[in-house]
């Protein structure tokens, strides 16, 4: 489980290295509502490539260790220290236009647009819309359901057919 206090040191330890980070997931949700609201498995974090061996060095003194799940690729890695705090890692790169690349599909800069707070603690992340767009074309659970219907309410968003 990443509890606030958990997701504020984790972004910390990266930022304070210097490295740009991106939420994903139930705490990008969160941070865009600026406030926590359900229990998190994990924390979704996007970092350019460029500065994946770098971040993964910073977590690996932090006592973070890869594990292997099914969905696990070169570009999209899960840690996990011995507190069961759990880090989904997606490298993306940067592409010549100013798009952002990840495992071989392009998504337009302003995917990476959104705002958010973590308790006191600012944080970039993916925006309201195109994370409603993400939550699309697969078997949601509660979480995800919980996710989409706060997002389309906070920000005036119509709720996609699969979640009415």
């Not at 973070?64 to 220290?81: G, L, P």
């Not at 705002?115 to 195109?130: L, Q």
């Amino acid at each position: 489980m990443v509890n606030q206090a958990d997701a504020v040191e984790i972004i910390s330890y990266v930022e304070d290295n210097g490295i740009d980070i991106w939420l994903d997931g139930g705490w990008g949700v969160d941070a865009l509502l600026e406030m926590e609201t359900r229990v998190h498995n994990d924390i979704d974090l996007f970092v350019e490539k460029h500065n994946s061996k770098k971040f993964i060095d910073i977590i690996k003194e932090k006592g973070f260790f890869e594990i292997t799940e099914a969905y696990t690729t070169t570009s999209h890695t899960v840690w996990k220290d011995a507190k069961d705090r759990i880090i989904d890692l997606h490298i993306f790169e940067f592409c010549e236009q100013g798009d952002l690349i990840f495992e071989g599909e392009t998504y337009p800069a302003s995917v990476f647009g959104g705002i958010g707070k973590i308790g006191d603690k600012m944080v970039k992340c993916i925006n309201a819309e195109d994370q409603v767009l993400f939550h699309l074309g697969y078997e949601h659970d509660e979480n995800d359901i919980h996710d989409v219907r706060l997002l389309c309410e906070r920000f005036n968003i119509p709720v996609p057919n699969e979640y009415k």
